[in-house]
């Protein structure tokens, strides 16, 4: 495959098709601000106005675009004409389920598309996914090794070189309170371990299970922060079991960077994520973590890390109970809150930087960008 030029600057397009505001986004949105102030020209497309209105916050050119399901079968020629009129060098879709209208207006529009896979859930399980990834889809591109695994099954004749991982990235903003002023702008207490849950209160992050495991752990109070569906039904479960005063709910955050600086561990207790941007939140830090085996957490907590200097824990299953007993050795061994908050400042410096991140993204889109005619 010919690559564009490395000083030819690109005019990409991605699309969210995502009806709410949530971590895949984020994601997507800090890439694309970072690609479009290395000088590529940047324009992404959202079915809805509410993800619109938060993406272009990081100052991004947004649009609607609705693509909506299979039997919408004019949503492909809007995609074409939209990438026509934005005269776009490659199109990075971020939606899977979207993936059907997407793939087939950009390839009307003679647009090379990169997928994003955005959850370990997005699998190329039917004919339809399989067809699409084999012949439409150029390239796709996972943050996690246990995804890339499971596309090569189930895709077993895509070409190596069209399957990639990249690992999430993260850069800490500037003016991170401390530990004591976030916990006191948050109303939270000031002395004490505080466990925090961080995310879209919606049922496959499993508030339930951090409740549950918290519950079982003295000497720590819980903190879910964040809102969704699922607020209501949390709050009852934590009065139910006698837990409400040690379990405090914040409530969404415009801006979660200080929860995670008033906390002294942050528990990923959902059913699926695909590496969550959370957890390389808290670990930049210097906040370890605890996990269920959910993809993404092996390859940031495990992975080629020594055992004894590792920055968190990835439970063995998805069980509250055992969830409770690896939070009960973190909570109550300061030594090891310590080694672990070191560990994970180092893993992000030396794995997950920003700029390590937009690098290889960059190189993947000039590599499939078509490339346009002197």
Same mark, same amino acid.
């Given at each position: 495959?010919? @690559?564009?030029?490395?000083?030819?600057?690109l005019?990409?397009?991605?699309?969210?098709?995502?009806?709410?505001?949530?971590?895949?986004?984020?994601?997507?949105?800090?890439?694309?601000a970072?690609?479009?102030?290395r000088g590529?020209?940047?324009?992404?497309?959202?079915?809805?106005?509410?993800?619109?209105?938060?993406?272009?916050?990081?100052?991004?050119?947004?649009?609607?675009?609705?693509v909506?399901?299979?039997?919408?079968?004019?949503?492909?020629?809007?995609?074409a004409?939209?990438?026509?009129?934005?005269?776009?060098d490659?199109?990075l879709v971020?939606?899977?389920?979207?993936?059907?209208?997407?793939?087939?207006?950009?390839?009307a529009?003679?647009?090379?598309?990169?997928s994003r896979i955005?959850?370990?859930?997005d699998?190329?399980?039917?004919?339809k996914y399989?067809?699409?990834f084999?012949?439409?889809?150029?390239?796709?591109?996972v943050?996690?090794?246990?995804?890339?695994?499971?596309?090569r099954?189930l895709?077993?004749s895509?070409? @190596?070189?069209?399957?990639?991982?990249?690992?999430?990235?993260?850069?800490?903003?500037?003016?991170?309170?401390?530990k004591?002023?976030?916990?006191?702008?948050?109303?939270?207490?000031?002395?004490?371990?505080?466990?925090g849950?961080?995310?879209?209160l919606?049922?496959a992050?499993?508030?339930?299970?951090?409740?549950?495991?918290?519950?079982?752990?003295?000497?720590?109070?819980g903190?879910?922060?964040?809102?969704g569906p699922?607020r209501?039904t949390?709050?009852?479960?934590?009065?139910?079991?006698?837990?409400?005063?040690?379990i405090?709910?914040?409530?969404?955050?415009?801006?979660?960077?200080?929860?995670?600086a008033?906390?002294d561990?942050?528990?990923?207790?959902s059913?699926?994520?695909?590496?969550?941007?959370v957890?390389?939140?808290?670990?930049?830090?210097?906040?370890?973590?605890?996990s269920t085996?959910?993809?993404?957490?092996?390859?940031?907590?495990?992975?080629?890390?020594?055992?004894?200097?590792r920055?968190?824990?990835?439970?063995?299953?998805f069980?509250?109970?055992?969830l409770a007993?690896?939070l009960?050795?973190?909570?109550? @061994?300061?030594?090891?809150? @310590?080694?672990?908050?070191?560990?994970?400042r180092?893993?992000?410096?030396?794995?997950?930087?920003?700029?390590?991140?937009?690098?290889?993204?960059?190189?993947?889109?000039r590599?499939?960008a078509?490339?346009?005619?002197?």
């Open positions: 495959m010919t @690559e564009v030029p490395s000083g030819r600057m005019r990409i397009a991605a699309h969210n098709g995502a009806p709410e505001w949530g971590g895949a986004e984020i994601a997507v949105s800090r890439l694309l970072a690609l479009q102030s590529h020209t940047v324009h992404f497309f959202c079915n809805r106005p509410l993800v619109m209105e938060r993406a272009a916050n990081f100052g991004l050119e947004v649009s609607r675009l609705h909506g399901g299979d039997a919408s079968l004019f949503s492909s020629v809007r995609v004409r939209a990438l026509s009129r934005f005269d776009a490659v199109l971020g939606t899977f389920r979207k993936t059907l209208h997407l793939a087939l207006g950009a390839k529009a003679l647009v090379p598309v990169v955005g959850l370990a859930t699998l190329p399980r039917n004919a399989r067809w699409l084999r012949r439409v889809v150029r390239h796709t591109v943050s996690a090794t246990d995804v890339a695994e499971r596309y099954q895709l077993p895509m070409p @190596e070189d069209r399957l990639e991982v990249i690992p999430k990235g993260i850069a800490v903003p500037e003016g991170i309170p401390s004591a002023e976030a916990r006191r702008s948050l109303g939270l207490p000031e002395q004490g371990i505080l466990v849950l961080v995310a879209r919606v049922r992050k499993r508030g339930d299970r951090f409740i549950e495991a918290v519950a079982r752990v003295p000497g720590c109070t903190v879910v922060v964040g809102d699922e209501t949390l709050e009852e479960h934590a009065r139910h079991l006698g837990q409400i005063d040690r405090r709910f914040t409530g969404r955050l415009d801006d979660p960077w200080p929860a995670l008033a906390l561990l942050l528990v990923v207790s059913d699926t994520e695909s590496m969550a941007n957890m390389l939140e808290a670990m930049a830090l210097g906040v370890p973590v605890l085996p959910v993809s993404g957490a092996h390859d940031v907590l495990v992975e080629g890390v020594d055992p004894d200097a920055p968190g824990r990835v439970t063995s299953d069980g509250p109970g055992t007993s690896a009960q050795r973190m909570v109550h @061994e300061p030594a090891l809150r @310590e080694r672990m908050s070191e560990a994970a180092q893993r992000v410096a030396n794995r997950h930087s920003m700029e390590t991140y937009v690098d290889r993204w960059e190189a993947t889109l590599r499939v078509k490339v346009r005619k002197p």
